[in-house]
């Protein structure tokens, strides 16, 4: 198939480039100024019986609770060739990823990881099973890769995609990879193939941390 050619992605500025990632892809600090109840005044304070600060609305007391986003994603194979996809949005516009996204109300993870292969690679997946658990607390997120097959060779471009191809190990384009946790769920990935046997592995993110440099 032939691929949706891209312009090549900007190099990222190794002084700090991961920090302000990090602060693109999160909103840390997220302020509620009315009540999604009834519409009323809300106060950040402690409500009784919790230990952590809260929107609490002033009228009828409703608490908005705050929550990490699960993103969902695969290790799609197709004859030994491993499915990415080049990124048409931000963060990390023009990098390439493994098919993922936030997961929706109303589905389980496996359908998540599912219908963003659709949406962003136009691909069908047989999903084999959990792989990776990688949690980025300073970014409220958690992200689940699970590892997989493409039902038949098709894929194509979707909305969020530059372009979609299926990589040979020797071509994966790891300088361009988009996030740390695609990085890390690759290396694991391929590691375990090399042994034959794959097992479920966890691990967490801390902030990137900017090179120094003199002067």
Known sequence: MQRKKAAAPVAAD????????DAIHSILD???????????????????GD?????????CGHVHYENPRLVVGCVAEYE????LCRRAIEPRRGFWTLPAGFMENG??????????????AGADLIIDAPFALISIAHI???????RGRLATPKYSVGEESLEVELFALPEIPWAELSFRSVTLCLERYLADRRQGRYTFHEAELAPA?????PG
């Open 140 to 146: 409220n997120q958690v992200h689940l890769f699970y």
């Open 209 to 213: 941390q900017p090179l120094n440099r």
């Open 107 to 120: 589905e389980s993870t496996a359908a998540a990881a599912s219908r963003e292969a659709r949406e962003e």
């Open 30 to 48: 997220i302020v509620i100024s009315y009540c999604v109840r009834c519409g009323a005044g809300v106060s950040f304070l402690v409500p009784a």
């Open 14 to 21: 190794s002084t700090g480039f991961g920090a302000k990632l």
């Open 80 to 83: 030994g060739r491993i499915l």
């Open 51 to 59: 230990n952590l600060p809260r929107h609490v609305c002033n009228a």
